[in-house]
């Protein structure tokens, strides 16, 4: 639907014109926006690739690769390699389509010369059990591959139209250098700063000597940066983004008002460690249920971190709904919450997300569960809220737009 809207606004008309489009669909929603693209646009369908972490099928003629999320794999390697090699063949007649959608980072993976996947995988495991937020993580993805941070721009010649789907709401939403890593958009971050994120999130005694070498070597000069912006090579790229987290809110808002509840939607994104950020939230959803008529539905959006230092299994809506959980009991008498992730896959579960209400630490007491302090420290949420019955199940959606939040107070 976002595709069919991007095209019938014309969105990419005069960028194309009577060229023929060289497709690359990257992410959790490429199977879709490929086959929606080449349903409308002309001889679409004659080369390119999809890259999905999804099962699928390509769209016309295009080439097929499973990839990893969130760790690359093989197949992301094999994507990316391909996607540089077909756009490094561009003609004069022919312009390059990138169909970009969260998990494009992991899926278009092509590790700079030295580096192997492993190497790479490695960083991106280590960075995410840190919590560093997708700006890091992205900022040293783009230094540590051949593709991303506007590199797969540059190899087509700047002949480039993005159609991007945003799943980035920090540290500057839908920000078109941070989603899929920016492989058609110019770069503002360092080697230096990927140096920065990597130490800090445990430096030598943690992650690949190798990676860390290879951003050392390009501190020092001796790796080329990632392009900037004003580089003239992006002159002729176009950049169109199509859907966004506010695509979920409204959609969430509309059902919610047909329902017969008041609705307020909370502007601000919901950002940061899972805990402490579900602890804001129960103060703001406690602030505005004084304010507003009842019943009551509040809509957020967002994508919080988490860090994993516990066994456990969870993922970070589990795990912002199981801290929202403790303030809740202590603040409402009639609240429900409910954190999904809008891809359908929180962390690495099968769950997209929990509901929790002011009755969950009670219940869960009842059935011999531990308090929801000791699942946080462990970093267990999925096993306390399977425990309860209380996971959100939908499969993946094909799409990614961050999480979403509701809160539901009567």
């Known amino acids: 639907m976002l595709v069919a809207r991007a095209l019938s606004a014309g969105a990419v008309d005069e960028a194309i014109g009577d ?26 369908g004659e080369r390119g690739l999809v890259a999905s972490p999804q099962a699928g099928g390509a769209a016309g003629n295009l080439e097929w690769f499973d ?5 690359p794999t ?41 580096l192997t996947l492993e190497d790479k ?26 593709i991303k941070g506007g590199r797969l721009a540059v190899a087509a010649g700047g002949r480039v139209v993005t159609l991007a789907i945003s799943d980035v709401v920090d540290p500057q939403p839908d920000d078109p250098a941070v989603i899929g890593s920016g492989p058609t958009t ?6 230096a700063e990927a140096l920065s994120i990597c ?21 020092r000069g001796e790796l080329e940066e990632s392009p900037k912006p004003g580089d003239a090579r992006f002159a002729g790229a176009r950049y169109h983004l199509i859907g966004s987290r506010r695509d979920a809110v409204e959609g969430a808002v509309r059902r919610a008002r047909e329902l017969g509840f008041s609705v307020t939607v909370i502007d601000e994104p919901v950002t940061g460690e899972a805990r402490r950020a579900a602890e804001g939230y129960v103060r703001s959803i406690a602030r505005l249920a004084h304010e507003q008529p009842r019943p009551l539905c509040i809509v957020s959006a967002g994508e919080t971190t988490v860090q994993v230092k516990g066994p456990g299994r969870g993922g970070r809506n589990q795990e912002f709904a199981l801290a929202a959980a403790f303030h809740l009991a202590r603040r ?11 891809d359908g896959i929180d962390g690495p579960t099968d769950a997209a997300g929990a509901l929790v209400d002011t009755s969950t630490p009670g219940r869960a007491a009842e059935r011999g569960l531990h308090r929801p302090e000791h699942y946080l ?14 996971l959100i199940y939908t499969g993946p959606t094909d799409t990614n737009v961050g999480d979403l939040q509701v809160a539901l107070i009567g």
């Open 19 to 44: 060229r023929i489009p060289l497709v690359v669909a990257a992410g959790k929603a490429a199977s879709e926006m490929a086959s929606a693209f080449v349903s409308v646009v002309p001889r679409a």
């Open 67 to 71: 990839v990893g999320h969130p760790v």
């Open 74 to 114: 093989a197949g992301s390697v094999g994507a990316g390699r391909r996607a540089l090699a077909l756009a490094g063949g561009l003609g004069p007649d022919e312009v390059l389509v990138l169909l970009l959608s969260g998990g494009a980072s992991a899926g278009l993976a092509v590790p700079i010369a030295g």
């Open 121 to 146: 995988s490695a960083v991106t495991d280590v960075l995410l059990r840190a919590g560093v937020a997708i700006d890091g993580l992205n900022c040293v993805r783009k230094h540590l591959s051949a």
């Open 186 to 191: 110019p770069d503002s971050t360092t080697f």
């Open 199 to 219: 130490r800090a999130a445990g430096g030598a005694g943690t992650l690949p000597r190798g990676a860390l070498e290879a951003l050392e070597r390009g501190v």
């Open 332 to 342: 409402f008498p009639d609240a429900v919450v409910a954190s999904v992730g809008t």
């Open 377 to 390: 420290a462990a970093n267990d949420s999925y096993t306390f809220f399977e425990a309860l019955g209380d």
